[in-house]
């Protein structure tokens, strides 16, 4: 199928940036929608920022104005810079992609994968 990689998260005091990547690899034959998603302890998986194959972006209220999402179509990598980051982005930061592959039978197939996950902790 599609494979998604995170890289980029770390430790940052509140007020500076991180930038994370997350590139695609597989049997792509096209990919949508990606975007970035956020877990903090205790709470549920919310979106932060999506953009389309077209490049229509959207984000979520807590972050609009800060971050901001982009992606390379020519290597299938979704980016998301942070900027003025809070304690309060604490969180495990997920990608996730969906799009349409190439399967072993040489079928084309949707897809909608997520990686593994990169923590980014922003002390105060």
């Known amino acids: 199928q599609v494979q998604l990689v995170e890289s980029g998260g770390g430790l940052v005091q509140a007020g500076g940036s991180l930038r994370l990547s997350c590139p695609a690899s597989?049997?792509?034959?096209?990919?949508?929608?990606m975007g970035w998603y956020r877990q903090a302890p205790g709470k549920q998986r919310e979106l932060v920022a999506t953009?389309?194959?077209?490049?229509?972006?959207t984000y979520a209220s807590s972050v609009k104005g800060r971050f901001t999402i982009s992606r390379d179509n020519d290597k299938n990598t979704v980016y998301l810079q942070m900027n003025s980051l809070k304690p309060v982005d604490t969180a495990v930061y997920y990608c996730?992609?969906?799009?349409?592959?190439?399967?072993?039978?040489?079928?084309?197939?949707?897809?909608?994968?997520w990686g593994q996950g990169i923590q980014v902790n922003v002390s105060s």
């Open positions: 953009v389309t194959d077209a490049g229509h972006r």
């Open positions: 996730n992609a969906e799009g349409k592959y190439y399967s072993d039978s040489s079928r084309i197939l949707h897809f909608s994968s």
């Open positions: 597989g049997n792509i034959f096209s990919i949508n929608a």
